[in-house]
T-cell receptor, first 116, second 111 residues
Framework: GAVVSQHPSWVICKSGTSVKIECRSL??????MFWYRQFPKQSLMLMAT?????????EQGVEKDKFLINHASLTLSTLTVTSAHPEDSSFYIC????????????FGPGTRLLVL | AQRVTQPEKLLSVFKGAPVELKCNYS??????LFWYVQYSRQRLQLLLR??SRESIKGFTADLNKGETSFHLKKPFAQEEDSAMYYC?????????????FGKGTTLSVSS
């Protein structure tokens, strides 16, 4: 149980285009989902916290207009990188909570984004 | 401010040697800490949480409030323990309880 999937697993896009990444909790309902960014050989940095049916809470320094987050259902959250630029290239990881205690999070496999 | 510090970027040991991965935290209140592990080409997964006081894959971690530490220990390292280890601190924000991660320590166990 407690499986989180992400789609796509990797994506290459041209500068200026938008990319949508999906995060799904497959066998449980996630009231809260989190989006992280991980640079090579570095730690995970929290970008935003999203609750189903409400606006996401963004961390300081994260542009909400650039990284659009939608949490339309208890099993799906999406992150859209709008007008992507090469500096947005990174590994994006989502996690979902709500199963075995509110602090326990289950992580997706990540999505590698490369912006040319 | 809440903070997690993992001072070692890389820890290399031989198989059978004891392992201690250091984690120090800064938190006002009573913290609940986690260790997550990321094996090569796999997703991040929970290794253990201090509140459950369990031993997973031979690893244990004790919360020391006096030293504000939550070091991860294993008496005899195995090659399959080679991975990236992250110490994490749950921190409430407006929307939920997010995790603050340390920078991670790569454990390399060789024979």
């Amino acid at each position: 149980g407690a499986v989180v999937s992400q789609h796509p697993s990797w994506v290459i896009c041209k500068s200026g285009t938008s990319v949508k990444i999906e995060c799904r909790s497959l066998d449980f309902q996630a009231t809260t989902m989190f989006w992280y960014r991980q640079f090579p050989k570095q730690s995970l940095m929290l970008m935003a916290t999203s609750n189903e049916g409400s606006k996401a809470t963004y961390e300081q320094g994260v542009e909400k207009d650039k990284f659009l987050i939608n949490h339309a259902s208890l099993t799906l959250s999406t992150l859209t990188v709008t007008s992507a630029h090469p500096e947005d290239s990174s590994f994006y990881i989502c996690s979902a909570g709500g199963l075995a205690g509110k602090e326990t999070q289950y992580f997706g496999p990540g999505t590698r984004l490369l912006v040319l | 401010a809440q903070r997690v510090t993992q001072p070692e970027k890389l820890l290399s040991v031989f198989k059978g040697a004891p392992v201690e991965l250091k984690c120090n935290y800064s938190y006002s209140g009573s913290p609940e800490l986690f260790w997550y592990v990321q094996y090569s080409r796999q997703r991040l997964q929970l290794l253990l949480r201090h509140i459950s006081r369990e031993s997973i894959k031979g690893f244990t971690a004790d919360l020391n409030k006096g030293e504000t530490s939550f070091h991860l220990k294993k008496p005899f390292a195995q090659e399959e323990d080679s991975a990236m280890y992250y110490c994490a601190l749950p921190t409430p924000n407006q929307a939920g309880t997010a995790l603050i991660f340390g920078k991670g320590t790569t454990l390399s166990v060789s024979s």
